[in-house]
């Protein structure tokens, strides 16, 4: 893609690389981990005793909403690369916007 009267630099270039790679190839997700502690109810169980279950929840606003999905314990590892992904990406574009900021400040 051609942009009128700009030289796309090295470190643009570099920059977008690395975004379609990780636009094409990670998983990403939006959203962020909760911990919570809970008590199911049964009278025998150890949660009435004060040890409370941990669950692991996924956590995003969502067109106006809160959205929110139970994660496994198993899958808890997982889930925070898609995170780590999806910030990275953020990251990159926001560095992208930036650029244009500025060059649009320096015409
Ligand atoms: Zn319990």
Redesign the pocket.
């Known amino acids: 893609m051609k942009r009128q009267g700009s030289e796309t630099s090295t470190a643009e270039r570099r920059l977008r690389a690395r975004i379609c790679q990780l636009v094409e190839r990670a998983a990403m997700i939006k959203g962020s981990l909760s911990v919570r502690a ?5 009278p025998s ?4 005793r004060g ?3 941990r669950s692991v929840c996924l956590v995003a606003y969502d067109r106006g909403g809160i959205r929110q999905q139970h994660v496994p314990h198993a899958r808890v590892k997982e889930v925070k690369g898609w995170i780590a992904i999806w910030w990275e990406v953020t990251e990159l574009l926001e560095q992208l916007s930036r650029r244009q900021w500025r060059s649009l400040k320096s015409r």
């Open positions: 809970t008590v199911c109810g049964k169980c150890r949660c009435a040890e409370k279950h």
